[in-house]
């Protein structure tokens, strides 16, 4: 079982900066793959993000590169999505997940078994 407490969200300017972290409970926490989601009002689920566990391989949504970075820190069971540059549209709750077995496929990440319960993320003009 992994258990995931994301934290970070906020009010923030456009163009501004914020910097999420997901904590993680679990021995093995180090062995999965997790990535960020979000959510906005209206919307569906978007993927935002991946990182493998050996953190030596990361996905990212197109409409975030170059703006979103993700990291992981497995001596302290948490992983970071730094974001810059944030504009209007990234508005949104952000979900943070893990899967053991997840592929990444047509700009999505599939396969988590574990969510947490979200931080929102407000930007505003």
């Known amino acids: 079982q992994v258990q995931l407490v994301e934290s970070g969200g906020g009010l923030v300017q456009a163009g501004g900066s914020l910097r999420l972290s997901c904590a993680a409970s679990?021995?093995?926490?180090?062995?999965?793959?997790v990535g960020w989601f979000r959510q906005a009002p209206g919307k569906g689920r978007e993927f935002v993000a991946a990182i493998r566990w050996s953190g030596g391989s990361t996905y990212y949504t197109d409409s975030v590169k170059g703006r979103f970075t993700i990291s992981r820190d497995n001596a302290e069971n948490t992983v970071y999505l730094q974001m810059s540059s944030l504009k209007l549209e990234d508005t949104a709750v952000y979900y943070c997940?893990?899967?053991?077995?997840?592929?990444?496929?047509?700009?999505?990440?599939?396969?988590?078994?574990?969510w947490g319960k979200g931080t929102l993320v407000t930007v505003s003009s």
């Open positions: 997940a893990a899967g053991l077995r997840g592929y990444y496929s047509d700009n999505y990440y599939y396969g988590m078994d574990y």
């Open positions: 679990g021995r093995t926490f180090s062995t999965y793959t």
